[in-house]
Structure formats: C-alpha cells, structure tokens
C-alpha cells in the first residue's frame, strides 16, 4: 500500500499533463466549432497543402533517421569496444551539447548557415563562392541530425555492451570476418536497439516545427509547422487537434514496433 501511495504524485501529474490534455486533442479533433461530430478535421490531412506538408516531413523525417542510424552504428560499436572509462568519458562528451537548450542549438546552426554567417564568411576569406545553406531542406535535415543523433546512438550503444564477447568470439573462431559478424551476430543482437533509436529519431523529426521554422525560414512547412500554425495563428484548434491526431497515428504505430522488438526494454537509455 505505501508503494502505491509514492506513485500518486506521478499519477496525479499524468492525469494533468498528459491524459487531460490528450483528451482535449481527441475532442477538438472529432468535433466542429459548434461542438458537433465531424470527421473533417481528420480528412482535412487529405487536402493538397496538408498533404504536400506531411509527405515532405515524411520524406526529411526518413533522410534524417537514416543519416542518423548510418553515423550512430559505427559510433556506438567504437564505443562499445573501447574501455569503460574511456567510453564512459567519450559518452559524456557526446550528450554534453544536449544540455543546452534545443532551441538554441538550432539558433547556432542558424547563425552558422545564413548567408552573412560563418561559413559562408570562412568562404569568402578562401575566396571561394558563398554557398546557399540556410532555408533548404539541406539545412533542416542537418539540424534534425545535429539534435537527434545522441537518441540514436545511445540505444544501440546501450544494446551493444549487453552482447557478450564469447559470443562474438565464437564466431570469429568459427572463421566469421568481420562482415558477417556484423551482419548475422552484431546487428541481429542489436535490433532493439534499432529500433527504439529509429523511433526516438523519426517521431520527433516528424513533428518538429522549431527546426523547419529556423534553419527553413517560412519557405518550406513541414505537417508540424501547420499544426502550430492552426493553434496559434489560425486560432483553429479543431482543425490543429484534427492533424494532430493524424500524426499520433505515427506515434502509436512506433510504440508498437518498440512493444514488438523491443520487449524487454533492452533498448532503453535509462
């Protein structure tokens, strides 16, 4: 009885900040501005500008996660590999710019690829072309890599030191090289780690507005920068809860692969 007394702070604080506000999305995404049932908030995602925004945050979400799973898979084994300390101390390294806040590790980048920014001004002194960075899909996906990387390399890191080295070590002595560990011990062993990396990568990659807003500029909306535009500007909280409830779509169908591959939560970072 204590122990569930010691889970009523946290229940109290889901109910407030997360069921409630979820069943707020739910009502305003099923109903009109009279309070009637519609389906048309949801069946708006259908409409060529909503449509073209979701398609292109699929398209930079899936080039991001990719890029993503390709940097952190060498990354968390040179990890895995190296001594504890060593690794422990490279780790913290590695998560330290997460510290900071998101938004101002994007102000950075933003100040980074502008035109008058550093780079184009370390050009410029090489005497070389300035370059167009700043407002391309180029840009957004850098900065959606830049932030969600730690993510991914992170659970598979965490995977990897699980998997032990007498099973690497037989398959070496069963004359394995180094590609077919990797491909039928490491990477096999490594799926949950994957898979909750991918997840943690493209769901907020495919949400996110700060970064498309930032390094995008109002040239390109992604699905994330509609929905905040319906809450805020449009003052259409219907038609943004109906969107919403789209993409938690993608949410859920990610929570299942987690729940599929993942069972005992070997992926998790914590």
């Not at 407030?16 to 069946?43: E, H, K, Q, S």
């Amino acid at each position: 009885m204590s122990k569930k007394l010691l889970a009523g702070p946290y229940l109290i604080w889901m109910t407030g900040f997360i069921v409630i506000p979820l069943l707020l999305i739910v009502y305003y995404g099923l109903t009109d501005r009279t309070g009637a049932f519609t389906l048309a908030n949801i069946l708006s995602i259908a409409t060529a500008e909503h449509a073209k925004a979701l398609w292109l945050s699929l398209g930079l979400s899936l080039m991001s996660t990719v890029i993503c799973l390709l940097l952190a898979y060498p990354l968390a084994m040179i990890l895995r590999n190296r001594q504890m300390g060593q690794s422990s101390f490279i780790v913290f390294i590695f998560i330290l710019p997460m510290w900071m806040n998101f938004l101002l590790r994007t102000l950075a980048w933003q100040t980074l690829l502008e035109k008058g920014g550093v780079i184009n001004g370390i050009l410029t002194a090489l005497h070389l072309p300035n370059q167009n960075l700043i407002n391309t899909p180029g840009a957004i996906i850098l900065g959606m890599v830049y932030n969600f990387l730690p993510f991914m390399v992170l659970p598979i890191y965490n995977v990897l030191c699980k998997i032990d080295d007498n099973t690497i070590n037989a398959a070496r002595d069963l004359g394995a090289n180094f590609a077919q560990t990797l491909w039928w011990i490491w990477f096999p062993l490594s799926v949950p780690g994957v898979i909750s990396g991918i997840t943690m990568v493209f769901v907020p990659s495919l949400t996110t507005f700060v970064i498309s807003n930032l390094l995008g500029g109002s040239k390109i909306l992604l699905i994330g920068n509609v929905i905040e535009q319906e809450f805020t500007k449009g003052s259409n909280w219907h038609m943004g809860s109906g969107l919403s409830l789209v993409l938690m779509a993608f949410i859920l169908l990610s929570m299942a692969l987690i729940a599929k591959y993942d069972k005992n939560g070997e992926g998790s970072t914590f």
